[in-house]
């Protein structure tokens, strides 16, 4: 008879993490950001990752999103860490989840991070915004110089407690950029906070200015880290 080993087993493969780009495009405009989510732990499921999960009863893909999308709002680079149970190729892993993309999410890059990285939702600083009209505006300009030379803009505080809150100082920047052929309005850009309880909603802002959200089409152009 073989002996029985007794030594410490030995350790299996390292995990690997990995840090996916992609775009949130016209037809997920309005999925939910728990709905963006399910979508991308379906993609890796159809793309055959060895994908690492949650312990619990109720195991979930380990997967974290840097930073919740407000409905309606598409995304040009969003970014998500997912964790392997074992390290792949990137290259290979991004051909995979291109034939696996859902309509609507669109992989952009694919990189390898370290383990020990901190959370994304702690390293994101604040978010730039891009907004088309649909139809005319009138004196964009002076109603972003209004905004921008408040001193304080109070907002009544999003849900059922009451209350209001500054926006005014979470918007960081405010243009007016030039009008493209073929559109009836310049086309506005914003550098909002974006930082645990100090969130900047490009809603909130169009409101700011008198615009209705429902002429506006809104895109997160940019997630802008903090510092190491």
Not at 48 to 73: C, F, M, S
């Amino acid at each position: 008879m073989r002996p029985i080993p007794t030594g410490p087993r030995p350790p299996g493969p390292r995990p690997q993490r990995l840090r996916i780009t992609f775009a949130k495009t016209e037809p997920m405009r309005f999925t939910s950001n728990l709905d963006v989510q399910t979508a991308l732990e379906r993609m890796f499921r159809r793309a055959q990752l060895p994908v690492l999960h949650t312990q619990g009863y109720n195991p979930r893909t380990k997967l974290h999103i840097a930073a919740a999308l407000p409905l309606g709002v598409t995304g040009r680079a969003e970014v998500a860490d997912v964790w392997l149970e074992h390290p792949m190729d990137v290259q290979q892993v991004r051909r995979k989840l291109e034939r696996a993309q859902p309509p609507g999410l669109r992989v952009l890059h694919v990189e390898e991070v370290p383990l020990d990285e901190p959370a994304l939702q702690n390293q994101v600083r604040a978010a730039e915004y891009e907004v088309r009209f649909l139809e005319p505006v009138m004196d964009l300009t002076e109603r972003v110089a209004r905004v921008m030379a408040a001193e304080h803009l109070h907002r009544p505080k999003p849900g059922k407690r009451g209350g209001t809150y500054d926006l005014r100082p979470l918007i960081e920047a405010l243009e007016v950029l030039p009008q493209r052929v073929n559109e009836p309005a310049p086309r506005l850009w914003m550098r909002l906070r974006a930082e645990p309880g100090a969130t900047g909603r490009p809603d909130e802002v169009l409101d700011a200015l008198g615009l209705p959200w429902e002429i506006a089409r809104v895109e997160r152009t940019r997630l802008i880290w903090s510092k190491p």
